[in-house]
């Protein structure tokens, strides 16, 4: 075993100031995932139990294994925008019958359970990460369809959650819909491209149009419970398979289901007879600087999530400002790239470019730890290719098949971001530590740059350059971009999968590689053209 040694002090100021700084954001999140649990607020939430029911999260732990883990996803969807924080809907990979499934249940309490945008993106979002890691989809349905004043940019997008469905099917991932209330309209194709249908008795409410709509459109006069209730679905349309007598059968009904699903992961099973880091994961809590300009070393980080804190580094006197190395995470063998030093040169670049293509060719997945400001600029960087370079480690990245997992420790700025497996590029999963920052640049860099282009812009018209509104709007960009950097805003865009606590790292991270196992793991036979 090759152990990492630390030369973390718990006791060192430095370390209590970034600790503190960090329980601080925990706190600050905390408060905002106490928004999506809430749900649509006390009135909602009182009467929707004064009608018996369950509430969405009540819902997924019914159905879940009992003391199994949730690994709830884009918790934040909607953060910074008009909508509730949650997006109307919990998503998450949870186990059912030993089954790692995704799980998406609407909250009715927030607009009676109708999909916003941050819905659908948050609803597309989890049946891709189905797709990718080949998990059965169970749907625990009670929505209002399509949130009607919004429908203009749900309504079309919207039409790939059911093709998701059907497309899941015919790739062999069963997918099951517990239908507890309403399910109208387009709502309705939920169950119906679902491969298995449950709904409760006198709950369920599963039409294309309702009685409103049906007397408008042909004039007949009808009610809800012959249009779409459970009994007439599960006797008469053949809709619904199995008829429950309330929330609780339909759940018990769901997880029989899914025990018949005689499933099998396809990829490979961990190794058995791992520890535990040797270094305190608590300690995650005050490696990271608060200032994100303060260099932090990444061993200190992967010493506290990989299996007995055992790293083999590769290349580690070339390319120092990128940590490249392989280890195993709950016994799931994986190669790690974490930025060390900020900035991408010519070699670290390289180095990485290798790296992913060994594993590849070992069809072993691979793990980014961000902290990086992009790649070096400047005159000798320039003409030592850093472009071409880049492109290199751009290439490996886009064209490799080894499943990636990203994880934004500190900043994650311009192409780098893009190098080290950014959003666009695909991972399986992405989380952000609470310290994390992703931008086109840094505040004062771009502020900085719309600065010196205004100012050879005035002068190249012949016009005075006025210092004051320069200053106002440096002000005011820098504003503007720190707050859109932050992970809470990126959150809410869906540019995650999720903030965590830097101590749940590994726990996260080992979730993930036991769901990406349900598929196979295999590298790539080839990569694009390499600029040499
Ligand atoms: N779009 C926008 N807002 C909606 C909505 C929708 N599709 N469905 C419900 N809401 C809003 C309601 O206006 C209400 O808002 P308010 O409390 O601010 O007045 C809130 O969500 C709760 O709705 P409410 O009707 O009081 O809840 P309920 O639990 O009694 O009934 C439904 C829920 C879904 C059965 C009912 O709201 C409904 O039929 N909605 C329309 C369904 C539909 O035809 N959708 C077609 C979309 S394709």
Redesign the pocket.
């Known amino acids: 075993m090759t152990t990492l040694k630390s030369t973390v002090d718990a006791n060192a100021p430095e370390f209590g100031a970034n600790r503190d700084a960090m329980l601080a954001k925990l706190a600050a999140l905390e408060a905002e995932h106490a928004k999506a649990v809430a749900g649509g607020g006390e009135k909602?939430v009182q009467?929707h139990r004064e009608r018996g029911k369950l509430m969405a999260r009540e819902r997924v732990e019914l159905l879940l294994d009992e003391d199994s883990p949730f690994l709830e996803l884009s918790p934040l969807a909607a953060w910074g925008t008009d909508y509730q924080v949650g997006g109307s809907v919990v998503t998450g990979i949870g186990v059912v019958e030993g089954v790692e499934c995704m799980v998406v249940a609407n909250d009715?309490t927030v607009?009676?359970?109708?999909s916003n945008p941050s819905s659908l993106k948050k609803g597309l979002r989890a049946a891709e990460i189905a797709a990718q890691n080949r998990l059965p989809t169970v749907n625990l349905v009670e929505?209002?369809?399509?949130?009607?004043?919004a429908q203009k940019e749900i309504f079309i997008p919207g039409g790939a959650t059911f093709r998701n469905l059907t497309q899941a099917s015919a790739d062999r991932l069963p997918t099951v819909a517990l239908v507890f209330?309403?399910s109208?309209?387009?709502?309705a194709y939920l169950p119906g491209m679902s491969d298995y249908v449950v709904m409760v008795k006198e709950r369920a409410?599963v039409f294309l149009g309702?009685p409103p709509l049906v007397k408008m459109a042909t004039g007949e006069e009808s009610d809800d419970e012959s249009l779409g209730g459970a009994e007439m679905h599960a006797r008469v349309s053949g809709l619904a398979d199995y008829l429950a007598a309330d929330e609780e059968d339909a759940i018990r009904i769901g997880r029989r289901i899914v025990r018949r699903l005689n499933w099998r992961k396809q990829g490979p099973a961990p190794r058995t007879g791992y520890g535990e880091p040797v270094h305190d994961p608590e300690d995650l809590l005050g490696i990271v600087p608060e200032d994100l300009k303060v260099p932090f070393d990444p061993r200190e980080v992967i010493a506290r999530i990989v299996d007995d804190s055992d790293f083999d580094e590769f290349k580690p006197l070339y390319g120092p400002s990128l940590v490249t190395g392989w280890a195993s995470l709950h016994g799931y063998p994986v190669g790690i790239l974490a930025n060390a030093r900020g900035v991408l040169f010519s070699e670290e670049s390289q180095k990485a470019t290798q790296f992913i293509q060994l594993a590849n060719q070992t069809d072993t997945p691979l793990i980014f730890l961000h902290n990086t400001t992009g790649y070096m600029v400047g005159r000798e960087y320039e003409q030592g290719g850093i472009i071409k370079h880049g492109a290199m480690m751009i290439n490996a990245v886009s064209n490799s098949r080894v499943p990636h997992l990203s994880v934004l420790m500190g900043a994650s700025y311009g192409a780098g971001h893009y190098g080290m497996c950014g959003r666009a590029y695909g991972p399986r999963f992405l989380f952000a530590w609470p310290s994390a920052k992703s931008a086109v640049m840094g505040p004062q860099q771009l502020a900085g740059v719309l600065s010196i282009v205004a100012r050879q812009a005035a002068a190249a018209r012949g016009q005075d350059y006025s210092e004051e509104n320069d200053a106002a709007m440096r002000a005011m960009v820098e504003g503007q971009i720190e707050a859109e950097s932050l992970p809470m805003f990126l959150s809410g865009m869906l540019y995650d999968d999720g903030i965590i606590d830097p101590r749940d790292t590994r726990t996260v991270l080992g979730l993930s590689l036991s769901a990406i196992a349900n598929g196979p793991v295999r590298g790539t036979d080839g990569f694009g053209v390499f600029r040499m």
């Open positions: 909602y009467r009715p607009k009676g359970g109708a929505s209002g369809g399509a949130d009607l004043p209330g309403n109208t309209a387009g709502g409410k309702g």
